[in-house]
């Protein structure tokens, strides 16, 4: 699959939303306003200079399970606005994301028993610590390691480190979701309420692929792009 196959720089922002409404997220974190009328994608990308090709990218990276990204298309510029977007991601989750599921898990569990209340607070609680801790990393680690390398910078940073070295460590946080979905879907008794329970797996469900998206923008454009600038570099 390419991008040729999937969405076109020429497709007009509404029919792009209208085709997978889950990017109006995609829009909202790369501060893209509503209202672009008839926009091409190109048109709009040129507006708030952002990179067409990397603009599609996550687009289609998002929108089609078996896409496979396309590095070719990127190069070295358009590595400043993946740590944006990243960035701003991380914001997205922060503020919007989990405080959301927390809120439903906060009423969910006022109705548990005592065992089950402490067993879903402490998952929570220790799910929350340990993607905080993955993002702190990324924000003061990973992404000024990388701006500091595009600037010919690396005053502060051991020798050895590399991109490499995140990789090896990057854990793929959405993974730890399951079992908290789990215990909500297979241990709770059923006499406790459906409704919350509903709403608090449907948070879980959509945050859940959106971080899997976010880690393959890491991985499959980000870490490899960083890669090529590393060898260039030595």
């Given at each position: 699959m390419t991008i040729e196959a999937t969405y076109k720089k020429n497709m007009k922002v509404a029919d792009l939303i209208a085709a997978d409404n889950t990017l109006l997220s995609i829009l909202h974190r790369l501060d893209i306003r509503l209202g672009f009328g008839e926009a091409t994608i190109q048109e709009m990308c040129t507006r708030y200079d952002i990179s067409t090709e990397l603009f599609l990218e996550i687009c289609n990276i998002y929108s089609f399970r078996h896409y496979k990204p396309q590095i070719e298309a990127l190069g070295r510029k358009d590595i400043r606005n993946i740590t944006a977007y990243l960035r701003a991601?991380?914001?997205?989750?922060?503020?919007?994301?989990?405080?959301?599921?927390?809120?439903?898990?906060?009423?969910?569990?006022?109705?548990?028993?005592?065992?089950?209340?402490?067993l879903i607070d402490k998952f929570y609680d220790d799910y929350d610590t340990e993607v905080t801790n993955h993002f702190r990393y990324e924000e003061t680690i990973?992404?000024?390691?990388?701006?500091?390398?595009?600037?010919?910078?690396?005053?502060?940073?051991?020798?050895?480190?590399?991109?490499?070295?995140?990789?090896?460590?990057?854990?793929?946080?959405?993974?730890k979701l399951n079992d908290l979905k789990n215990i909500i879907i297979k241990y709770i008794p059923e006499e406790y309420s459906s409704a919350l329970r509903f709403e608090i797996l449907n948070d879980i469900y959509a945050v859940e692929a959106d971080l899997r998206k976010h880690s393959l923008i890491e991985n499959k454009l980000l870490i490899p792009l960083v890669e090529i600038m590393e060898k260039s570099n030595e």
């Open positions: 991601s991380h914001k997205f989750y922060s503020e919007v994301c989990f405080p959301a599921i927390h809120e439903s898990i906060h009423k969910f569990v006022k109705e548990l028993d005592d065992i089950s209340r402490r990973v992404f000024p390691y990388i701006e500091a390398l595009q600037d010919g910078k690396r005053e502060g940073y051991d020798e050895k480190y590399n991109i490499g070295k995140f990789e090896e460590n990057h854990s793929n946080i959405s993974e």
